[in-house]
Protein backbone atom coordinates (compact mmCIF):
# COMPACT_ATOMS: atom_id res chain seq x y z
CA UNK A 1 0.00 0.00 0.00
CA UNK A 2 2.92 2.07 -0.48
CA UNK A 3 1.14 4.57 -3.04
CA UNK A 4 -2.03 4.39 -1.17
CA UNK A 5 -2.07 8.21 -0.19
CA UNK A 6 -0.59 9.47 -3.60
CA UNK A 7 -3.81 7.75 -5.00
CA UNK A 8 -6.10 9.49 -2.64
CA UNK A 9 -4.25 12.84 -3.61
CA UNK A 10 -4.91 11.48 -7.57
CA UNK A 11 -8.74 11.11 -6.20
CA UNK A 12 -9.12 14.45 -4.26
CA UNK A 13 -7.56 16.62 -7.58
CA UNK A 14 -9.44 15.10 -9.87
CA UNK A 15 -13.14 15.24 -7.75
CA UNK A 16 -12.40 18.66 -7.36
CA UNK A 17 -10.79 19.57 -10.60
CA UNK A 18 -12.26 17.45 -13.75
CA UNK A 19 -16.07 16.89 -13.63
CA UNK A 20 -16.80 13.20 -14.82
CA UNK A 21 -18.57 12.68 -18.26
CA UNK A 22 -21.88 11.73 -17.26
CA UNK A 23 -22.31 15.33 -14.99
CA UNK A 24 -20.82 17.11 -18.19
CA UNK A 25 -23.19 15.19 -20.50
CA UNK A 26 -26.07 16.34 -18.47
CA UNK A 27 -25.04 19.81 -18.79
CA UNK A 28 -24.77 19.97 -22.11
CA UNK A 29 -28.44 18.49 -22.93
CA UNK A 30 -29.17 21.17 -20.41
CA UNK A 31 -27.52 23.48 -23.26
CA UNK A 32 -29.59 22.50 -26.04
CA UNK A 33 -32.72 22.62 -24.27
CA UNK A 34 -32.36 26.08 -23.13
CA UNK A 35 -32.89 29.13 -26.04
CA UNK A 36 -30.21 31.21 -27.33
CA UNK A 37 -29.12 34.61 -25.77
CA UNK A 38 -31.44 34.00 -22.69
CA UNK A 39 -30.30 34.71 -19.14
CA UNK A 40 -29.91 30.13 -18.71
CA UNK A 41 -28.42 29.66 -21.87
CA UNK A 42 -25.96 32.23 -21.37
CA UNK A 43 -25.06 30.80 -17.47
CA UNK A 44 -24.86 27.38 -19.17
CA UNK A 45 -22.25 28.37 -21.21
CA UNK A 46 -20.41 30.54 -18.48
CA UNK A 47 -20.53 27.28 -16.75
CA UNK A 48 -19.23 25.24 -19.67
CA UNK A 49 -16.46 27.18 -19.94
CA UNK A 50 -15.58 27.18 -16.39
CA UNK A 51 -15.73 23.43 -16.19
CA UNK A 52 -12.59 23.26 -19.31
CA UNK A 53 -10.87 26.14 -17.57
CA UNK A 54 -11.12 24.42 -14.06
CA UNK A 55 -9.31 21.00 -16.12
CA UNK A 56 -6.93 23.10 -17.59
CA UNK A 57 -5.95 24.47 -14.64
CA UNK A 58 -6.12 21.42 -12.57
CA UNK A 59 -7.60 24.58 -10.04
CA UNK A 60 -11.45 23.53 -8.15
CA UNK A 61 -14.62 23.98 -10.82
CA UNK A 62 -15.83 25.77 -7.46
CA UNK A 63 -14.24 27.45 -4.52
CA UNK A 64 -16.31 25.71 -2.32
CA UNK A 65 -14.99 22.14 -1.79
CA UNK A 66 -17.06 21.25 0.57
CA UNK A 67 -16.91 18.47 2.77
CA UNK A 68 -14.80 15.75 1.53
CA UNK A 69 -16.71 12.05 2.28
CA UNK A 70 -14.83 9.03 1.42
CA UNK A 71 -16.82 5.69 1.22
CA UNK A 72 -14.91 2.91 1.42
CA UNK A 73 -15.25 -0.70 0.45
CA UNK A 74 -11.71 -3.13 1.72
CA UNK A 75 -11.33 -6.71 2.02
CA UNK A 76 -11.11 -8.23 5.40
CA UNK A 77 -8.04 -7.21 7.21
CA UNK A 78 -6.98 -4.02 4.94
CA UNK A 79 -5.56 -1.82 7.72
CA UNK A 80 -8.47 0.82 8.34
CA UNK A 81 -6.26 3.12 10.84
CA UNK A 82 -3.83 3.25 8.51
CA UNK A 83 -6.22 3.98 5.62
CA UNK A 84 -7.51 6.49 7.78
CA UNK A 85 -3.93 8.49 7.95
CA UNK A 86 -3.19 8.19 4.79
CA UNK A 87 -6.70 10.11 3.25
CA UNK A 88 -5.88 12.85 6.46
CA UNK A 89 -2.37 13.49 5.22
CA UNK A 90 -3.86 13.63 1.27
CA UNK A 91 -6.51 15.89 2.17
CA UNK A 92 -3.63 18.45 4.13
CA UNK A 93 -1.53 18.13 1.18
CA UNK A 94 -4.37 19.11 -1.26
CA UNK A 95 -5.23 22.01 1.03
CA UNK A 96 -1.72 23.28 0.73
CA UNK A 97 -1.99 22.59 -2.99
CA UNK A 98 -5.00 25.10 -3.71
CA UNK A 99 -7.18 21.87 -4.71
CA UNK A 100 -9.30 21.83 -1.77
CA UNK A 101 -10.36 24.85 0.39
CA UNK A 102 -9.69 25.13 3.89
CA UNK A 103 -13.19 24.44 5.03
CA UNK A 104 -13.05 23.17 8.41
CA UNK A 105 -14.28 25.46 10.93
CA UNK A 106 -14.48 24.99 14.65
CA UNK A 107 -18.28 25.29 15.25
CA UNK A 108 -17.38 27.24 18.62
CA UNK A 109 -14.88 29.55 17.73
CA UNK A 110 -15.16 30.12 13.97
CA UNK A 111 -11.47 28.81 13.95
CA UNK A 112 -10.37 27.74 10.53
CA UNK A 113 -7.75 24.61 10.68
CA UNK A 114 -6.04 25.59 7.68
CA UNK A 115 -5.86 21.79 6.34
CA UNK A 116 -9.61 20.50 6.41
CA UNK A 117 -8.16 18.57 9.37
CA UNK A 118 -10.72 18.79 12.74
CA UNK A 119 -13.57 16.99 14.57
CA UNK A 120 -15.43 15.28 12.26
CA UNK A 121 -13.69 16.47 8.89
CA UNK A 122 -12.90 14.85 6.38
CA UNK A 123 -15.85 12.44 6.64
CA UNK A 124 -14.28 8.74 6.20
CA UNK A 125 -17.02 5.69 6.13
CA UNK A 126 -15.52 2.08 5.69
CA UNK A 127 -17.29 -1.49 5.01
CA UNK A 128 -15.74 -4.70 4.18
CA UNK A 129 -16.78 -6.45 1.49
CA UNK A 130 -16.00 -9.97 0.18
CA UNK A 131 -13.74 -8.49 -3.28
CA UNK A 132 -9.84 -8.53 -2.94
CA UNK A 133 -9.63 -4.89 -3.99
CA UNK A 134 -10.54 -1.49 -2.16
CA UNK A 135 -12.99 0.85 -3.58
CA UNK A 136 -13.05 4.67 -2.58
CA UNK A 137 -15.82 7.27 -3.63
CA UNK A 138 -15.46 10.87 -2.66
CA UNK A 139 -18.21 13.03 -2.47
CA UNK A 140 -17.09 17.03 -2.49
CA UNK A 141 -20.53 18.48 -1.64
CA UNK A 142 -20.56 22.49 -1.15
CA UNK A 143 -22.42 24.45 1.87
CA UNK A 144 -24.47 26.12 -0.51
CA UNK A 145 -26.60 23.08 -1.83
CA UNK A 146 -25.92 21.50 1.43
CA UNK A 147 -27.80 24.20 2.74
CA UNK A 148 -30.53 23.56 0.94
CA UNK A 149 -31.39 19.74 1.84
CA UNK A 150 -34.48 19.01 3.40
CA UNK A 151 -36.71 16.45 4.83
CA UNK A 152 -40.19 15.91 5.35
CA UNK A 153 -41.92 13.44 8.05
CA UNK A 154 -45.47 12.53 6.51
CA UNK A 155 -48.17 13.20 6.51
CA UNK A 156 -47.68 16.84 6.16
CA UNK A 157 -48.84 20.22 4.50
CA UNK A 158 -47.28 21.40 1.59
CA UNK A 159 -47.30 24.98 0.37
CA UNK A 160 -48.62 25.12 -2.87
CA UNK A 161 -49.33 21.06 -3.15
CA UNK A 162 -51.18 20.46 -0.25
CA UNK A 163 -51.71 17.82 2.20
CA UNK A 164 -48.78 15.01 1.08
CA UNK A 165 -49.78 11.11 2.94
CA UNK A 166 -47.82 7.80 2.97
CA UNK A 167 -47.93 6.85 0.25
CA UNK A 168 -46.28 7.46 -2.86
CA UNK A 169 -48.03 10.45 -3.94
CA UNK A 170 -47.08 12.06 -0.65
CA UNK A 171 -43.17 10.87 -1.47
CA UNK A 172 -43.74 12.83 -5.09
CA UNK A 173 -45.12 16.16 -3.54
CA UNK A 174 -42.14 16.24 -1.37
CA UNK A 175 -39.44 15.41 -3.77
CA UNK A 176 -41.20 18.66 -5.95
CA UNK A 177 -41.57 20.96 -2.84
CA UNK A 178 -37.62 19.63 -2.16
CA UNK A 179 -37.09 21.26 -5.77
CA UNK A 180 -39.09 24.31 -5.49
CA UNK A 181 -37.47 25.32 -2.43
CA UNK A 182 -34.17 25.25 -3.53
CA UNK A 183 -35.22 27.72 -5.77
CA UNK A 184 -31.34 28.91 -7.46
CA UNK A 185 -29.79 29.49 -4.02
CA UNK A 186 -28.08 25.79 -4.67
CA UNK A 187 -26.54 26.54 -8.13
CA UNK A 188 -29.17 25.07 -9.73
CA UNK A 189 -29.77 23.39 -12.49
CA UNK A 190 -28.98 20.52 -9.69
CA UNK A 191 -29.04 16.87 -9.07
CA UNK A 192 -30.88 15.30 -6.11
CA UNK A 193 -30.82 12.30 -4.21
CA UNK A 194 -33.65 11.29 -1.88
CA UNK A 195 -34.35 8.86 0.84
CA UNK A 196 -37.30 7.35 1.66
CA UNK A 197 -37.51 5.77 5.09
CA UNK A 198 -34.85 4.90 7.41
CA UNK A 199 -34.60 7.54 10.54
CA UNK A 200 -33.47 10.59 10.49
CA UNK A 201 -30.06 10.19 10.20
CA UNK A 202 -29.73 7.06 7.66
CA UNK A 203 -32.62 8.65 5.59
CA UNK A 204 -30.18 11.51 5.00
CA UNK A 205 -27.54 9.54 4.31
CA UNK A 206 -29.76 7.22 2.03
CA UNK A 207 -29.91 10.42 -0.14
CA UNK A 208 -26.59 11.21 -0.01
CA UNK A 209 -25.64 7.87 -0.78
CA UNK A 210 -27.94 7.80 -4.12
CA UNK A 211 -25.79 10.81 -5.55
CA UNK A 212 -23.12 7.97 -6.31
CA UNK A 213 -25.34 6.88 -8.92
CA UNK A 214 -24.81 7.43 -12.33
CA UNK A 215 -26.42 9.60 -13.57
CA UNK A 216 -27.85 7.84 -16.14
CA UNK A 217 -28.62 4.35 -14.61
CA UNK A 218 -32.20 3.13 -14.60
CA UNK A 219 -33.40 2.42 -10.90
CA UNK A 220 -34.12 -1.51 -10.81
CA UNK A 221 -37.29 -0.66 -8.45
CA UNK A 222 -40.06 -0.32 -10.82
CA UNK A 223 -42.31 2.41 -8.88
CA UNK A 224 -38.82 3.98 -8.33
CA UNK A 225 -38.30 3.89 -11.70
CA UNK A 226 -41.33 5.84 -12.66
CA UNK A 227 -41.18 8.13 -9.72
CA UNK A 228 -37.83 9.00 -11.12
CA UNK A 229 -39.03 9.20 -14.19
CA UNK A 230 -42.19 11.46 -13.19
CA UNK A 231 -40.01 14.28 -11.05
CA UNK A 232 -37.21 14.49 -14.22
CA UNK A 233 -40.37 15.45 -16.32
CA UNK A 234 -42.20 17.71 -13.74
CA UNK A 235 -40.01 19.39 -11.79
CA UNK A 236 -38.52 21.22 -14.98
CA UNK A 237 -41.99 22.41 -15.60
CA UNK A 238 -41.13 24.97 -12.45
CA UNK A 239 -39.30 27.54 -14.45
CA UNK A 240 -36.71 28.28 -11.79
CA UNK A 241 -33.96 27.50 -13.95
CA UNK A 242 -30.14 27.91 -13.97
CA UNK A 243 -28.97 29.61 -10.95
CA UNK A 244 -32.95 30.74 -10.54
CA UNK A 245 -33.16 32.96 -13.63
CA UNK A 246 -35.77 31.43 -14.78
CA UNK A 247 -35.67 28.31 -17.84
CA UNK A 248 -36.48 25.31 -18.99
CA UNK A 249 -34.08 23.09 -16.94
CA UNK A 250 -33.95 22.86 -13.63
CA UNK A 251 -32.86 19.46 -12.60
CA UNK A 252 -30.33 17.40 -14.19
CA UNK A 253 -30.66 14.55 -12.16
CA UNK A 254 -32.97 12.37 -9.38
CA UNK A 255 -32.09 9.43 -7.95
CA UNK A 256 -34.47 7.72 -5.22
CA UNK A 257 -33.51 4.68 -2.94
CA UNK A 258 -35.87 3.20 0.27
CA UNK A 259 -34.86 1.88 3.34
CA UNK A 260 -37.32 -0.08 5.62
CA UNK A 261 -38.78 2.66 8.48
CA UNK A 262 -40.49 2.68 11.88
CA UNK A 263 -44.03 2.34 12.20
CA UNK A 264 -44.53 5.83 13.62
CA UNK A 265 -41.95 7.30 11.26
CA UNK A 266 -42.00 8.27 7.62
CA UNK A 267 -39.13 10.32 6.56
CA UNK A 268 -37.96 11.83 2.89
CA UNK A 269 -34.81 13.01 3.14
CA UNK A 270 -33.79 14.91 -0.10
CA UNK A 271 -29.83 15.93 -0.86
CA UNK A 272 -30.00 18.49 -2.84
CA UNK A 273 -26.68 18.86 -5.15
CA UNK A 274 -25.36 21.90 -6.88
CA UNK A 275 -24.60 21.52 -11.27
CA UNK A 276 -20.88 21.25 -9.64
CA UNK A 277 -21.45 18.01 -9.06
CA UNK A 278 -18.20 16.43 -8.22
CA UNK A 279 -18.07 12.88 -7.09
CA UNK A 280 -15.76 10.27 -8.41
CA UNK A 281 -13.97 6.85 -7.45
CA UNK A 282 -11.38 4.55 -8.08
CA UNK A 283 -10.01 0.96 -7.65
CA UNK A 284 -7.10 0.77 -6.26
CA UNK A 285 -4.53 -2.29 -6.19
CA UNK A 286 -4.53 -3.57 -2.54
CA UNK A 287 -0.98 -4.74 -2.71
CA UNK A 288 0.54 -1.54 -4.21
CA UNK A 289 -2.15 0.90 -3.26
CA UNK A 290 -2.20 1.94 -6.86
CA UNK A 291 -5.15 2.91 -9.04
CA UNK A 292 -6.15 0.37 -11.47
CA UNK A 293 -9.26 2.19 -12.88
CA UNK A 294 -11.70 5.24 -12.33
CA UNK A 295 -15.20 4.48 -11.37
CA UNK A 296 -16.98 7.29 -13.76
CA UNK A 297 -16.05 8.19 -16.98
CA UNK A 298 -13.65 10.67 -16.83
CA UNK A 299 -14.61 13.87 -17.76
CA UNK A 300 -12.10 14.75 -20.37
CA UNK A 301 -13.95 12.69 -23.19
CA UNK A 302 -16.58 14.98 -23.12
CA UNK A 303 -16.05 18.68 -24.36
CA UNK A 304 -17.90 21.32 -22.79
CA UNK A 305 -17.32 24.86 -24.25
CA UNK A 306 -18.47 24.10 -28.25
CA UNK A 307 -21.70 26.10 -28.11
CA UNK A 308 -19.07 29.24 -26.73
CA UNK A 309 -21.53 32.00 -25.63
CA UNK A 310 -19.64 33.84 -22.90
CA UNK A 311 -21.43 36.51 -20.82
CA UNK A 312 -20.19 39.15 -21.79
CA UNK A 313 -21.33 38.82 -25.56
CA UNK A 314 -24.73 39.25 -24.32
CA UNK A 315 -25.95 42.17 -25.58
CA UNK A 316 -25.22 41.14 -29.11
CA UNK A 317 -27.00 37.30 -28.01
CA UNK A 318 -29.79 38.74 -26.46
CA UNK A 319 -31.92 41.43 -28.47
CA UNK A 320 -33.18 43.62 -25.76
CA UNK A 321 -30.41 42.72 -23.22
CA UNK A 322 -27.94 46.37 -21.94
CA UNK A 323 -24.51 45.88 -21.45
CA UNK A 324 -22.46 47.98 -18.64
CA UNK A 325 -19.21 48.30 -18.16
CA UNK A 326 -18.63 49.94 -14.93
CA UNK A 327 -15.14 51.22 -13.21
CA UNK A 328 -15.27 51.24 -9.74
CA UNK A 329 -16.15 52.97 -7.51
CA UNK A 330 -19.28 54.26 -9.07
CA UNK A 331 -21.99 56.71 -8.26
CA UNK A 332 -25.57 56.99 -7.73
CA UNK A 333 -26.44 57.66 -10.87
CA UNK A 334 -24.58 55.32 -12.63
CA UNK A 335 -26.47 52.43 -10.41
CA UNK A 336 -30.01 53.80 -10.80
CA UNK A 337 -29.75 53.72 -15.14
CA UNK A 338 -29.33 49.75 -14.05
CA UNK A 339 -32.46 47.47 -14.73
CA UNK A 340 -33.10 43.70 -13.71
CA UNK A 341 -31.99 41.39 -16.87
CA UNK A 342 -28.80 44.20 -17.28
CA UNK A 343 -25.24 42.89 -17.60
CA UNK A 344 -22.71 44.52 -15.74
CA UNK A 345 -18.84 44.18 -16.31
CA UNK A 346 -16.65 45.63 -13.55
CA UNK A 347 -13.44 46.71 -14.04
CA UNK A 348 -11.48 48.20 -10.53
CA UNK A 349 -11.09 47.01 -6.81
CA UNK A 350 -13.58 44.58 -5.71
CA UNK A 351 -13.79 43.85 -1.75
CA UNK A 352 -14.66 40.35 -0.36
CA UNK A 353 -16.76 39.99 2.24
CA UNK A 354 -19.27 37.00 3.45
CA UNK A 355 -20.28 35.61 6.91
CA UNK A 356 -18.21 37.24 9.32
CA UNK A 357 -17.48 39.91 7.54
CA UNK A 358 -20.89 41.02 7.59
CA UNK A 359 -21.58 40.21 11.35
CA UNK A 360 -17.97 42.08 11.93
CA UNK A 361 -19.22 45.25 10.37
CA UNK A 362 -22.36 45.72 11.50
CA UNK A 363 -20.74 47.10 14.97
CA UNK A 364 -17.78 47.90 13.93
CA UNK A 365 -15.56 50.29 11.33
CA UNK A 366 -14.40 48.95 8.11
CA UNK A 367 -10.81 48.77 7.48
CA UNK A 368 -11.39 50.48 3.58
CA UNK A 369 -13.54 53.07 2.57
CA UNK A 370 -16.59 51.15 0.84
CA UNK A 371 -18.23 54.51 -0.84
CA UNK A 372 -19.20 53.80 -3.81
CA UNK A 373 -18.03 50.20 -3.84
CA UNK A 374 -18.30 46.87 -5.10
CA UNK A 375 -18.56 43.77 -2.14
CA UNK A 376 -18.54 40.82 -3.25
CA UNK A 377 -20.05 37.58 -1.15
CA UNK A 378 -16.76 35.70 -1.99
CA UNK A 379 -14.79 33.09 -0.11
CA UNK A 380 -11.96 32.57 -2.68
CA UNK A 381 -9.32 29.77 -2.43
CA UNK A 382 -6.02 31.41 -2.00
CA UNK A 383 -2.05 30.36 -2.51
CA UNK A 384 0.64 31.93 -1.03
CA UNK A 385 3.82 32.33 -2.78
CA UNK A 386 7.09 32.37 -1.42
CA UNK A 387 7.68 36.05 -2.10
CA UNK A 388 4.63 36.22 0.08
CA UNK A 389 2.28 37.41 -3.01
CA UNK A 390 -1.76 35.92 -2.85
CA UNK A 391 -2.82 34.42 -6.07
CA UNK A 392 -6.51 33.75 -6.81
CA UNK A 393 -6.83 29.98 -7.25
CA UNK A 394 -10.53 29.94 -7.35
CA UNK A 395 -13.47 32.84 -6.59
CA UNK A 396 -17.23 32.16 -7.02
CA UNK A 397 -20.04 33.90 -5.23
CA UNK A 398 -21.40 32.31 -2.20
CA UNK A 399 -25.01 32.72 -1.33
CA UNK A 400 -26.18 35.90 -0.28
CA UNK A 401 -29.79 35.22 1.21
CA UNK A 402 -27.38 34.33 4.56
CA UNK A 403 -26.13 37.82 4.44
CA UNK A 404 -29.54 38.93 4.74
CA UNK A 405 -29.77 39.85 8.36
CA UNK A 406 -27.31 42.35 7.73
CA UNK A 407 -27.27 43.62 4.40
CA UNK A 408 -29.40 46.87 4.17
CA UNK A 409 -27.44 48.39 7.38
CA UNK A 410 -24.15 48.02 5.42
CA UNK A 411 -25.41 49.12 2.47
CA UNK A 412 -26.66 52.12 4.64
CA UNK A 413 -23.92 52.63 7.07
CA UNK A 414 -20.65 52.44 4.41
CA UNK A 415 -22.35 53.36 1.33
CA UNK A 416 -22.15 50.00 -0.98
CA UNK A 417 -23.36 50.74 -4.22
CA UNK A 418 -22.44 47.63 -5.46
CA UNK A 419 -23.29 43.95 -4.05
CA UNK A 420 -22.22 40.57 -5.69
CA UNK A 421 -23.27 37.49 -5.15
CA UNK A 422 -25.66 34.51 -6.12
CA UNK A 423 -29.08 33.07 -5.42
CA UNK A 424 -30.75 36.85 -4.66
CA UNK A 425 -31.53 38.58 -1.24
CA UNK A 426 -35.13 38.92 0.18
CA UNK A 427 -37.16 42.03 0.83
CA UNK A 428 -35.22 44.44 3.04
CA UNK A 429 -32.28 44.30 0.95
CA UNK A 430 -34.72 44.55 -1.58
CA UNK A 431 -35.99 48.04 0.03
CA UNK A 432 -32.34 49.50 0.77
CA UNK A 433 -31.56 49.27 -2.58
CA UNK A 434 -33.97 51.75 -3.62
CA UNK A 435 -33.46 53.66 -0.63
CA UNK A 436 -29.80 53.61 -0.97
CA UNK A 437 -29.47 53.57 -4.73
CA UNK A 438 -27.16 50.32 -4.84
CA UNK A 439 -27.50 47.33 -6.73
CA UNK A 440 -27.42 43.44 -6.62
CA UNK A 441 -25.46 41.52 -9.12
CA UNK A 442 -25.83 37.84 -9.59
CA UNK A 443 -23.16 36.08 -10.64
CA UNK A 444 -22.79 33.00 -12.03
CA UNK A 445 -22.39 30.56 -8.78
CA UNK A 446 -19.66 27.96 -8.98
CA UNK A 447 -17.98 29.54 -11.92
CA UNK A 448 -14.41 30.06 -9.76
CA UNK A 449 -12.04 29.38 -12.67
CA UNK A 450 -14.36 32.09 -14.91
CA UNK A 451 -14.52 34.35 -12.07
CA UNK A 452 -10.36 34.26 -10.95
CA UNK A 453 -9.47 34.44 -14.33
CA UNK A 454 -11.17 38.19 -14.36
CA UNK A 455 -9.15 38.64 -11.02
CA UNK A 456 -5.87 40.63 -12.25
CA UNK A 457 -4.59 41.54 -8.62
CA UNK A 458 -4.59 41.54 -4.59
CA UNK A 459 -3.91 44.23 -3.32
CA UNK A 460 -4.48 43.63 0.10
CA UNK A 461 -6.18 41.87 2.48
CA UNK A 462 -8.24 42.36 6.24
CA UNK A 463 -9.69 39.98 8.80
CA UNK A 464 -7.26 36.93 7.76
CA UNK A 465 -7.95 35.80 11.06
CA UNK A 466 -11.33 34.91 10.22
CA UNK A 467 -9.84 32.55 8.08
CA UNK A 468 -8.76 32.62 4.11
CA UNK A 469 -12.64 32.26 3.29
CA UNK A 470 -14.05 34.66 5.49
CA UNK A 471 -11.64 37.39 5.15
CA UNK A 472 -11.83 40.52 3.12
CA UNK A 473 -9.66 40.32 0.40
CA UNK A 474 -8.75 44.01 -2.20
CA UNK A 475 -9.09 42.53 -5.60
CA UNK A 476 -8.53 44.39 -8.73
CA UNK A 477 -10.86 43.14 -11.29
CA UNK A 478 -11.35 43.58 -15.02
CA UNK A 479 -13.83 41.98 -16.95
CA UNK A 480 -15.81 40.78 -14.12
CA UNK A 481 -18.82 40.38 -15.43
CA UNK A 482 -22.95 39.40 -13.59
CA UNK A 483 -26.32 40.03 -14.17
CA UNK A 484 -28.55 42.62 -12.51
CA UNK A 485 -31.29 40.64 -10.54
CA UNK A 486 -32.55 42.97 -8.17
CA UNK A 487 -32.21 46.77 -8.89
CA UNK A 488 -32.41 50.02 -7.53
CA UNK A 489 -36.45 50.65 -8.65
CA UNK A 490 -37.89 47.65 -6.12
CA UNK A 491 -37.60 44.84 -9.32
CA UNK A 492 -36.20 41.53 -8.19
CA UNK A 493 -35.72 38.80 -10.84
CA UNK A 494 -35.67 36.35 -7.58
CA UNK A 495 -38.96 37.52 -6.22
CA UNK A 496 -40.38 37.05 -9.74
CA UNK A 497 -39.20 33.33 -10.20
CA UNK A 498 -39.79 32.26 -6.55
CA UNK A 499 -43.89 33.50 -7.18
CA UNK A 500 -44.13 32.25 -10.51
CA UNK A 501 -42.38 28.75 -9.70
CA UNK A 502 -45.11 28.58 -6.59
CA UNK A 503 -47.82 29.15 -9.06
CA UNK A 504 -46.32 26.13 -11.70
CA UNK A 505 -45.69 23.68 -8.45
CA UNK A 506 -49.28 23.75 -7.51
CA UNK A 507 -49.98 22.43 -10.65
CA UNK A 508 -49.13 19.62 -9.39
CA UNK A 509 -51.35 19.22 -6.58
CA UNK A 510 -54.19 16.56 -8.35
CA UNK A 511 -52.85 12.83 -7.18
CA UNK A 512 -50.74 10.80 -9.64
CA UNK A 513 -49.57 7.81 -8.07
CA UNK A 514 -52.63 6.26 -6.48
O1 LIG B 1 -18.87 28.66 0.47
C1 LIG B 1 -18.93 29.01 -0.72
O2 LIG B 1 -17.98 29.59 -1.28
C2 LIG B 1 -20.14 28.80 -1.55
C3 LIG B 1 -21.20 27.93 -0.99
O3 LIG B 1 -21.06 26.61 -1.42
C4 LIG B 1 -22.54 28.40 -1.46
O4 LIG B 1 -23.10 27.81 -2.39
O5 LIG B 1 -23.04 29.35 -0.88
S1 LIG C 1 -21.15 27.81 -4.85
FE1 LIG C 1 -22.68 26.70 -5.97
S2 LIG C 1 -21.51 25.30 -7.22
FE2 LIG C 1 -20.20 25.93 -5.53
S3 LIG C 1 -20.56 24.44 -3.90
FE3 LIG C 1 -21.91 26.19 -3.53
S4 LIG C 1 -23.80 25.46 -4.45
FE4 LIG C 1 -22.17 24.24 -5.35
Redesign the pocket.
Known amino acids: MRYFEESMYRLIEETSTNLPADVRRALKRAQEMEDAGTRAALSLSTIADNIEMAETNVSPI ?3 T ?1 MPTFIIKCPVGANQIEMKKAIRSAVARATKDGKLRSNSVDSLTGANTGDNLGEGTPVIHFEQWEKDEIEVRLIL ?5 ENKNIQYSLPTELEGLGRAGRDLDGIRKCILHAVYQAQGH ?2 SAGFIGVGIGGDRTTGYELAKMQLFRPVDDVNPNEDLRKLEEYIMEHANKLGIGTMGFGGQVTLLGCKIGAYNRLPASFFVSVAYN ?3 FRRQGVRIDIGSGQIQDWLYERGSSVQMSDTKQPMEAAAIAGEKRREFVLHTPVTEEQIRQLKVGDVVIIKGPMYTGRDAVHKYLVDHDCPVDLNGAALYHCGPVMLKDEDGNWHVKAA ?4 SIREEPYQADILKKFGVRIVIG ?1 GGMGAKTLAALKEHGAVYLNAI ?2 A ?1 QYYADTIKRVNGVDFLNFGVPEAMWHLEVDGFAAIVTMDAHGNSLHADVEMDSLQKLSQFKDPVFI
Open positions: CQDGKGGGCGCCWAGPTTKGGA
